[in-house]
């Protein structure tokens, strides 16, 4: 089988991730050397972004998403690819250098981009109705969204933003919260 192209550069946390990505896909990478991303780092992400496009796709940990955080700040419309926690374990870790093929392949081909927020399009209303705030299972039910959306999980709040963020519809929503609820 022929592995997928991604003619973006890719934005990893190290040289195991870049190993990894290159089992799974053709690909170019930019390696961010850890949390301390330095200005050189963040200039050739500029560069790459200016270029061919680039995509963040950090570990689902607190690290990874420190350089994530720290890379939108700076280039707010970079694409973005999610792993899910439970994809990336491993005995010895968690990572993106621990997730199969097959699973880095389907997160590079959910990628997002952020948009600038006008006015929120789902709300905290929104959110309780969908019982992913305030309920006893609200937990199980945003990791399985979070899953499907491939946005990685996010607290109730954190989600609320991303679902706007993303200009993720409420029919999408709806139809994915209506899959977990068997009520297809």
Known sequence: ?????????IVVEGRDDTRRLKEAVVCDTIETNGSAINEAVLNEIGVALNTR?????????????KIRNTIIERFPNIKEAFMPREKAIARNG??????????IQKSLQSVVTRY??????????DMNLWKLSGTIDARERR???????NIGY???????NKLNRY???????TQ?????????
Do not use: C, W
Not at 53 to 65: E, K, L, N, R
Not at 94 to 103: F, P, Q, R, T, W
Not at 143 to 149: D, F, I, K
Not at 154 to 160: D, I
């Open 154 to 160: 996010a607290n109730a709040s954190q989600l609320k």
């Open 1 to 9: 089988m022929d592995k997928p192209v991604i003619k973006e550069i």
């Open 176 to 184: 994915i919260l209506s899959e977990l609820d068997g009520e297809e």
């Open 94 to 103: 968690l990572g993106i250098e621990h997730a199969s093929v097959e699973d």
């Open 143 to 149: 990791t399985y969204l979070t899953n499907r959306l």
């Open 53 to 65: 496009g680039a995509i963040v796709f950090t570990d689902p940990d607190f690290p990874g998403q």
């Open 167 to 173: 200009k993720i519809e409420h029919s999408a929503v």
């Open 116 to 125: 600038e927020i006008e006015k929120d399009h789902i709300t905290i209303r």
